[in-house]
């Protein structure tokens, strides 16, 4: 840069970053494994998506792809070939941030159940039992049309034989639910396993949902 002359500042820098630790993040916690998992980012334009087939510790915040609403791409070389099912949740929810993953719990319990029932009241973040969207090829319009139903009045699910998706206002929210689905179905798949589980009913959990309001509880202070 020659003396004088201002900076480029690459745009949306911070959500770029973000979504590179978000990515690094989950394979830590051991929610994805090589390149398996995607997360992405509501923004004017439209969704930065993290790219295809690039390992979280290989990921630069330029390797991040940006495309519009439609999923024509505006930026960066091959966005997630799961693009089309972050898409559907943005419009279905009208979320901020949505993160995909592979977690060990979730996936082998859409293999055998057809929902994650209400064992702890912590379900509520994501609007009550969590459903198991039915299977589909991995990057198709069909896995993302499967999520409709799914994520009727949710914001997450589970994907029959593949993994779960979740979603929230931000992304650092979005990785807290997948977080916090992969510990429910775990511990679902531990009460299973000790005998059958007692599930809380949908009065039980409009009561949490009071008390929350009552309490404020989750909202930034």
Known sequence: MERGE???????????????????????????AGTAGNASIRVDEGVLITPSGVAPDAMAPDDVCLV??????VAGVGPSSELPMHLVVYELTGAGAVVHTHSSVATALGTVREELPAIHYAITAFGGPVRVAPYALF???????GLRGALAGRTAALLANHGAV????????????????????SVYWHASALGSP????????????????????????
Request: with cysteine; aromatic share 4%; proline share 5%.
């Open 139 to 145: 990057g198709t319009t069909e896995l993302a049309g």
């Open 166 to 185: 979740v979603s929230g206002r931000t992304l650092d929210e979005a990785y807290d639910h997948a977080v916090l689905l992969e510990w429910l179905c």
């Open 198 to 221: 007692r599930v809380l009913g949908e009065g039980e959990l409009d009561a949490v949902r009071a008390q929350m309001a009552r309490l404020e509880y989750g909202e930034p202070r």
């Open 68 to 73: 519009a609403p439609d999923g024509t791409l």
């Open 6 to 32: 201002e900076p480029v500042i690459e745009p949306h820098a911070a959500e770029r970053a973000l979504l590179v630790d978000v990515s690094r993040r989950l394979v830590s916690a051991g929610l994805c």
